[in-house]
């Protein structure tokens, strides 16, 4: 608990005692009313203070239709009631008390799911470790420069992203990625900031600068979460807004009306007393605590829980519009694939091996693809920069250069169409690079790829939590595409599509469905940022995704486990559950009690049930969304 809710139970105890010690006294005592009044007063002050003071406030400020207002205006009614006709003192205390126990419960449910993201929060590096002179020197991680070695001893936290240079040890991934199963890193491994390190000393090379590292995304992702607001949380803001105000005039309506209409036209007594008890009853039910607290809440701990299994939410809104996921488009590499590519043969070449991979692999050298990638380390030496020039990178087809001063090609079919040069076709199943060296087809490179180990099973989660359709675009040769498609279980695929293809294939499946039937796209490289943008919902990778698409995403999977997109879906549907049971039973409720409230069947006890009981019930409710253990897969 804050500070500020010890503070608060202390005085919603001390309110207690205090209210039943009077309780106690006036049943055996009889005393003056001003006596019992003062008396009254001062638990009534010690837990209703700041509810007066922020009432008081908000009418200074020109917002005075609020709960605060609400509370106040009844509980004073109530006291000047009980004093008018000789009544009840309690039922004033008791709503004040009663409020006060809602709010602290809420304050304390909020803090339960703050704490969810405030573990993440912890991942937030305070310093870098820098040898200097052989002794570990600590900077702040913004001073550290792109290509700077830092140094990471066992239980700190990686504070920027990099490679291994030297060392070897076991890291915990638990807050980035919701696995607990530690990490084992290597030498030459890539390691991301957020990481906890367990055993052995690592010396890290950074290839980023601490702003644009994993850890601070993370953190900003979050950070901004609560400003994306749903359509749900927006109609409750606007419900509110119109509905304080109305409840208020409909309870003077009702504490002045009935009486002038007895006296006026029925020629009885106007009972002013009984008629503004029930329009005190009527202000104290009307409290829209339970809708304006628990939506909120309802989102706010559907967000933590899904950081929790690893899966980073930018906003309730797109939380509710996962729930309506009925499409789910993937692309192939990096994606359901490991983007993991590995030479696995060349074929049909004049040159040697080694000697059309070293013009494949410096051509490549300025591209940070997974298959440059593999071309460079298949060549296994340091590329020679010097040794390349006029280097010119063509979207969807490959590259082309010169090496040594001879003009190299490398790419797929399209590229050779495009340049003109006869090309032989593969059999294999895999990635085709081929090879045009100084004007010749010089034989192709097969690169092959793996299904990452959960994509088959994540296929088969997602139709077995209503997906009616998964897709497959990729840039890849279509025998590729339909194998892989094939393997996992996708429905429709479809190959060769430069970036520009996607988007189009995209807008041809958003035409097809329905309007509350959503679309999202999973996808990694900066080639998927415009798809992600354009989709209902996009999903990126977020260990080893392109920062580009990262940004365009909407929800981020942290450990790249394709398996998550269901467990993010069964959350958001659990979520956008607990919500709608949440509207249906305190606005439900309400009405009843406001109905019986009018008539004068409802006092003031079942008032502060149709308060704080339907408050505390649907904040009870949306702490629900807090645990999504058996949502794991």
Known sequence: MTKKQKK???????????????????????????????????PYLVIGHDVLRKAFMGIKNGEVFDENFLMAVATLGALVLAVYENGEYLEAIAVMLFYQVGEWFQSYAVGKSRRNISELMDIRPDYANIEQDGKLEQVDPDEVEIGSVIVVQ??????????????????????????????????????????????????????????ESTVSRILDLVENASSQKSKSENF???????????????????????????????????????????????????????????????????IGGASKAGVLVKGSNYLETLSQTKYVVFDKTGTMTQGVFEV?????????????????????????????????????????????????EISGNGVTAKVDGIAVAAGNEKLMEKLGIAYRSCSHVGTVVHMAVDGRYAGHILISDTVKPHAKQAIKELKKCGVKKTIMLTGDRKNVADYVAKDLGIQEVYGELLPGDKVNKVE???????????????????????????????????????????????????????????????????CMHIVYENIYFAIGIKLICLLLGALGIANMWMAIFADVGVMVIAVVNAIRALFVKKYEM
């Open 154 to 211: 066992p239980g700190e936290k990686v504070p920027i992203d990099g490679i291994v240079a030297e060392g070897a040890s076991t890291l915990n991934t638990s807050a980035l990625t919701g696995e607990s199963v530690p990490q084992d890193v290597h030498c030459g491994d890539e390691i991301i900031s957020g990481c906890i390190n367990m055993t052995g000393v690592l010396k890290i090379r950074t290839t980023k600068e601490f702003g």
């Open 236 to 302: 409750i803001s606007k419900f509110a807004k119109y509905y304080t105000p109305a409840v208020c005039y409909g309870a003077v309506a009702l504490a002045v009306l009935p009486p002038l209409v007895r006296i006026l036209f029925m020629g009885l007594s106007p009972e002013w007393g009984d008629w503004i008890y029930r329009a005190l009853t009527f202000l104290v039910i009307s409290c829209p605590c339970a809708l304006v607290i628990s939506i909120p809440l309802s989102f706010f701990a559907g």
């Open 344 to 392: 696995s043969g060349v074929h049909h070449n004049e040159l040697e091996d080694a000697k059309l991979l070293e013009y494949a692999a410096l051509a490549e050298c300025s591209s940070s693809h997974p298959i440059s990638k593999s071309l460079q380390k298949a060549y296994g030496k340091n590329i020679d920069r010097s040794r390349v020039t006029e280097i010119e």
């Open 8 to 42: 608060t139970l202390k005085r919603i105890i001390a309110a207690a005692v205090l209210t039943v010690l009077l309780a106690l006294l006036f049943h055996f005592v009889e005393l003056p009313w001003f006596v019992q009044l003062v008396l009254w007063l001062v």
């Open 508 to 574: 041809e499946l958003l035409d097809r469905k329905s309007e509350k039937e959503k679309l999202a796209f999973v996808g990694d490289g900066i080639n998927d940022a415009p798809v992600l943008s354009r989709a209902d919902i996009g999903i990126a990778m977020g260990a080893m995704g392109s920062d580009a698409a990262i940004e365009a995403a909407d929800i981020v999977l942290m450990d790249d486990d394709p398996l998550k997109i269901a467990t993010a879906i069964h959350i958001a549907r659990k």
